[in-house]
């Protein structure tokens, strides 16, 4: 079955760096754009980045700059290398893919603040 494991998220400082992983599993890795979300409370989930399988790259408008995703297709995990983390980045980030319907991994907090 399709698993999405995400790891690396914690508490940072604004200004501070994040590094994001998403492990996946039980689909082709390599053909597929992998997504990562975010949802913060109160709020609804968000796009952040996209990767596609030919590794074109899409942000949104308030991470350009700041944040990368990236992808290793040998090791079957996407990435998400976050700097100059503001305090409204703090949210739940999730890996996502898109098979018959869209999968979500169970998330990873992220909370900025001093």
């Known amino acids: 079955q399709v698993q999405l494991v995400e790891s690396g998220g914690g508490l940072v400082q604004p200004g501070g760096s994040l590094s994001l992983s998403c492990a996946a599993s039980?689909?082709?890795?390599?053909?597929?754009?992998m997504r990562w979300f975010r949802q913060a409370p109160g709020n609804e989930r968000e796009l952040v980045a996209e990767?596609?399988?030919?590794?074109?790259?899409n942000y949104a408008e308030s991470v350009k700059g700041r944040f990368t995703i990236s992808r290793d297709n040998a090791k079957f995990t996407v990435y998400l290398q976050m700097n100059s983390l503001k305090p409204e980045d703090t949210a739940v980030y999730y890996c996502?893919?898109?098979?018959?319907?869209?999968?979500y991994g169970r998330g990873t907090q992220v909370t900025v603040s001093s």
């Open positions: 039980g689909f082709i890795f390599s053909i597929n754009t």
């Open positions: 990767i596609s399988s030919r590794g074109n790259t």
């Open positions: 996502s893919v898109n098979l018959n319907r869209r999968y």
